[in-house]
């Protein structure tokens, strides 16, 4: 109950494209949903984050989509260039104060290729 | 600006040492963070500690120990290296002040430790 599962593994997208990395979930306890992107030699960093009160969340050329009823959740990179290339972690948690609620329940991970 | 530094950046040690990696953070954050991250396997968390002095076990904690003797510093500690613990250690920290999320994390750039 505790897992998120992230799909697809890798993902290989043209210059200008749209690339869409989905994760699911099953405690409907979470209640804020962060996506991490890590750079090769890099730690990874927030990129952006939704919590369940919304349905999208746009950031720029980065949107969360975010559907409560199916348990799942997914970014969408618009107009994908090859600086976008990187690894991207979904994430789920129990917002809170202290104590192991608050900790991140991360997907395996997506590693983007942008082509140019 | 917000910062996590470890220690080193790549270590090599024999298997059965002893093996110190260091964590600093400068933002005054109550909590920290351990995991290792491997292909496939995304970031696991290994301890984590909420305050000074005090520490909780992850997902993976068997053969490794941490400290936090100060409000800046987390250590973890592999009591006797092994070859199963070559892998990429990334320490994190976020805020517990109100209006934060304790979901956001700040990650280092992270130790590769190979164990030989």
């Known amino acids: 109950q505790q897992q998120v599962k992230q799909s697809p593994q890798s993902l290989i997208v043209q210059k200008g494209g749209i690339s869409i990395i989905n994760c699911a979930y099953e405690?409907?306890?979470?209640?804020?949903f962060p996506w991490y992107q890590q750079f090769p030699g890099k730690g990874p960093a927030l990129l952006i984050a939704?919590?369940?009160?919304?349905s999208e969340k746009k950031e720029g050329r980065f949107t969360i989509s975010f559907n409560k009823s199916a348990k799942q959740f997914s970014l969408h990179i618009m107009d994908s260039q090859p600086g976008d290339s990187a690894t991207y972690f979904c994430?789920?948690?129990?917002?809170?104060?202290?104590?192991?609620?608050?900790?991140?329940?991360f997907g395996k991970g997506t590693k983007l290729s942008v082509k140019p | 600006d917000v910062k996590v530094t470890q220690s080193s950046r790549y270590l090599v040690k024999r298997t059965g040492e002893k093996v110190f990696l260091e964590c600093v953070q400068d933002?005054?954050?109550?909590?920290m963070f351990w995991y290792r991250q491997d292909p496939g396997l995304g970031l696991r968390l290994i301890y984590f500690s909420y305050d000074v002095k005090m520490k909780e076990k992850g997902d993976i904690p068997e053969g490794y120990s941490v400290s936090r003797e100060k409000k800046e510093r987390f250590s973890l500690i592999l009591e006797s290296a092994s070859t199963n613990q070559t892998s990429m250690y990334l320490c994190?920290?976020?805020?517990?002040?109100?209006?934060?999320?304790?979901?956001?994390?700040?990650f280092g750039p992270g130790t590769r430790l190979t164990v030989t």
């Open positions: 405690n409907t306890a979470f209640d804020y």
């Open positions: 994190a920290s976020s805020s517990e002040q109100i209006g934060t999320s304790v979901g956001e994390q700040y």
């Open positions: 933002m005054d954050h109550e909590n």
């Open positions: 994430a789920a948690s129990i917002e809170g104060y202290g104590g192991s609620q608050g900790n991140l329940i």
């Open positions: 939704i919590r369940p009160d919304v």
